[in-house]
């Protein structure tokens, strides 16, 4: 892994990569007023399809993480994980074989004393992962039935294997390991 260039704005992003291409762009979420993270993400995307783009934030938001995602980046990583870490998910993440975990499995690497959010999520099926995501931005089985088109049955279905897998009885529990995980303490 090698830094081949490093820029103070996203002003000089695109003949900076026609002159000098790279593999990966690492770019921060919030780059200053008037810099716009997403719409320069968006614009890599589109002109230079191969040039993977992983956006840095000082905070885990899980909405950020979506928008980025919406944006073309093919990860969303928090600046507090370690070096090795952050090395790790970085490899990880320009790999060509990236694709194989979803999206949300690279949000949070750091491992802990009683395992992962990446383990934890990877015990869960993509729609469960989904349902996850959901309960921890506080959603209702309806509200969720409605985002994914599918009915309240089938939402109950799997908030039930959710918290089955994850060994907890309520939403809240499950919430509570996941976000205990990704902070990087056990759940108790």
Known sequence: MQVLWELGSVTDLQPTLETNPVDVVLMDLNLGPDQDALAATTLIREKFDSVK????????????????????ASGYLPKDLSVADMVAALRGLSSPNFGRWIFADMLQSRPTGSGSVVALRRALTHREQQVLSELRLGRTNKEMAARFGISITTVNKHVQQVLKKLRVRTRAQAVAKVNAEAQGRPYR
């Open 53 to 72: 783009v992983i956006i840095i934030s000082a905070s885990l938001d899980w909405e950020a993480a979506t928008a980025a995602r919406a944006a073309g």
